[in-house]
């Protein structure tokens, strides 16, 4: 996992994080931090506390680790005023989650995404702990419940081979095996690591078939196994980001001038790598999306929420972005409040699509306007840019699949609106666009209100 260029964020005077690229943001809520709020990285925290004291810029290299991903990345606080802000870069797995070079790490890294089992094993390639997602994988998971301190050759069979343990783990790297209750052939990959002991992934080679009476070929037919639901969003959309994102990395270290000297034309050559690949990683992230709400059991998960708190949070997310570009973003007062039920983060993903497609196609030096408030059953937000607008009969044109409206360049994948108006409805409200009495685009989200936040409020 790496990201776009570098990574811009602001604090205040009181170390609270309140303006961010959406990837640092994104960390502090995993993390458990609020935004805004204090840092939630205790390292990052205390670089900007040294810096904000001693009043000169610093830098520091820094780990952390996120859903259970080794990270690593560069960090330069440097005091602003009665703030600080924060660059940071190179963004990336870190280089010691795995043993091998960084090229070994990069398709470690897709068989880690492609694999339905994952086991950590001990120095003598005994079971320490292990998980299997695959339906037809539930025998190999409850034997890994109980298998702790057994050999994993135990668990399956080797193909073509009698031999039981000990084996050197070179001789079992990507050998062919069965596994009780599965049907499809099965291959492992056995990775070494660095603080000792291996992980072992099981890969499948054949597709899994949608009824247990049917059989699967070894060499399987892609036509007679047309099961690719889920494809894009669990194995590939998580396999590309980061090849994706290591394009977009080395592009910006390269127009940055970073890696030393370089000829102005080049420089320009390295920012249209850099963007080309933001947009294809912009891209396939929303085909992941899209996948999501046009399955069938797509449900999304309601909450008490506030949308006046996710529009601030979103803005903040964007504020760097509209900086840039000299648009200001105007939020509701801080004595507004609009209770509703619904999905937080589905909420915060369609607010940063329409505060982000208000910022991208506005035009400069001009504001974003953002409202909320309670209009009978219905929560509501409006999101108003002072832009060409859209026209009243493109009005629901806009909402469809891959839709832009005649726009060219990078500017996205016609699918953001789309999503976003597929989400607003799985959680009982809806997305609408109407023209903005002084001009620009005025989009208003619904969401069922929440009568008992109001009645507590009230009394």
């Known amino acids: 996992m790496t990201t776009a260029g570098v990574i811009r964020a602001r604090c205040d005077s009181a170390d609270r994080l309140v303006e961010s690229d959406e990837t640092l943001a994104a960390l502090q809520i995993r993390l458990g931090g609020a935004y805004p709020g204090v840092i939630a990285l205790p390292g990052l925290l205390a670089l900007v506390r040294r810096a904000r004291l001693a009043g000169a810029p610093l830098f520091a290299a820094m780990t952390v680790t996120d859903e259970g991903q080794p990270l690593s990345f560069s960090a330069r606080a440097i005091p602003d005023g ?7 870069s190179d963004w990336k797995v870190a280089a010691d989650a795995w043993q091998g070079d960084e090229a070994a790490a990069t398709d470690e890294a897709l068989i880690r995404q492609l694999a339905e089992a994952h086991i950590v094993l001990d120095a003598e390639q005994r079971i320490v702990s292990g998980s299997a997602t695959a339906r037809d994988l539930v025998d190999l998971a409850s034997s890994l419940q109980q298998g702790f301190g057994r050999y994993w050759t135990d668990l399956v069979t080797l193909e073509g081979s009698a031999h039981r343990q000990p084996l050197h783990w070179r001789l079992l790297d990507e050998a062919q095996v069965a596994v009780p209750g599965s049907s499809r052939v099965w291959k492992t990959r056995i990775l070494p690591l660095r603080a000792g002991g291996f992980e072992l992934l099981l890969v499948a080679q054949t597709v899994l078939a949608e009824a247990p009476s049917m059989t699967v070929s070894a060499v399987p037919d892609p036509l007679a196994h047309p099961d690719w639901k889920g494809l894009l969003g669990r194995k590939l959309a998580p396999a590309l980001r980061l090849p ?40 396939v992230e929303d085909l992941a999306d899209l996948e999501t709400v046009e399955d069938e059991g797509f449900s999304p998960a309601p909450d008490h929420i506030d949308l006046v708190d996710c529009a601030r949070r979103a803005a903040g997310i964007l504020g760097v972005r509209a900086q840039e570009r000299r648009i200001a973003l105007v939020l509701p007062a ?80 016609g699918l953001g609106l789309y999503i976003s108006r597929r989400l607003a409805r799985a959680m009982g409200g809806d997305l609408t666009v109407q023209q903005a009495p002084e001009g620009g685009a005025k989009f208003v989200l619904l969401l069922p209100a929440d009568r008992a936040a109001q009645a507590s409020a009230a009394g």
Do not use: M
Request: glycine share 12%; net charge negative.
């Open 82 to 88: 009665s703030g600080t802000r924060i660059e940071i």
């Open 334 to 413: 801080l004595d507004v409040a609009a209770p509703a039920i619904a999905e937080f983060r589905r909420v915060l993903q369609i607010l940063l699509n329409l505060i982000g497609n208000a910022v991208r196609y506005s035009p400069e030096d001009t504001r974003i306007e953002v409202d909320c408030g309670i209009d009978g059953e219905f929560a509501w937000i409006t999101v108003q840019d002072q832009g060409q607008g859209i026209a009243r009969d493109q009005a629901e044109k806009v909402f469809e699949k891959f839709e832009r409206l005649g726009r060219s360049g990078n500017g996205g994948s």
């Open 244 to 283: 994706i994102n290591r394009i977009v990395a080395n592009a910006e270290t390269i127009r940055t001038r970073l890696a030393g000297p370089l000829a102005e034309q080049y420089v320009g050559y390295a920012g249209d790598i850099a963007e080309a690949g933001r947009h294809l990683l912009s891209l």
